[in-house]
C-alpha cells in the first residue's frame, strides 16, 4: 500500500514534466532559426536551435548520468557484499530469502513515568 504522501507528490512530479515539456515546445516554437556553426577546416554546419542546444544539453547529461550509474551499482556490488559477509559472521545462509516485510515485531513495554518526571 502506498503512503498517503506519495499521491501528491506523483501528481506534483508528473505537473513539473508536463510545464516543463511545454515550456520546451514553447521555446523550440518561438526560437525556430537556422543557425550556422563553423567547424575545423573552413566547414559550415546548419542546425535549428532547439536541436542545437538540447543536443548540447545531452551532450553534458549522458557522461554525468553515466558515471552517476556506474557509481551507484559500484555502491550497491560494495553493501551487497557487506550484507553477505555479516550474514556469514552471524551464521545466517546468505542464499536464504530475507524475512516478508510484514513480519511484526513485538510490542514494546508499557514504562510508567514517575509523577516528577514530565
Do not use: C
Amino acid at each position: 500500500m502506498r503512503p498517503d504522501y506519495e499521491v501528491p507528490m506523483q501528481f506534483l512530479r508528473t505537473l513539473f514534466w508536463v510545464m516543463l515539456t511545454v515550456a520546451a515546445v514553447v521555446f523550440s516554437y518561438r526560437n525556430w532559426v537556422k543557425v550556422e556553426i563553423q567547424l575545423w577546416g573552413g566547414i559550415v554546419a546548419d542546425a535549428k536551435l532547439p536541436v542545437l542546444l538540447f543536443g548540447a544539453f545531452l551532450l553534458g547529461l549522458v557522461p554525468t548520468y553515466i558515471l552517476h550509474r556506474a557509481s551507484k551499482w559500484s555502491l550497491k556490488r560494495r553493501a551487497d557484499a557487506a550484507e553477505r559477509s555479516l550474514a556469514e559472521l552471524r551464521g545466517l545462509d546468505p542464499a536464504a530469502p530475507p524475512p516478508p516485510s510484514g513480519t511484526l515485531l513485538p510490542e514494546p513495554a508499557i514504562m510508567p513515568v514517575p509523577p516528577a518526571v514530565s
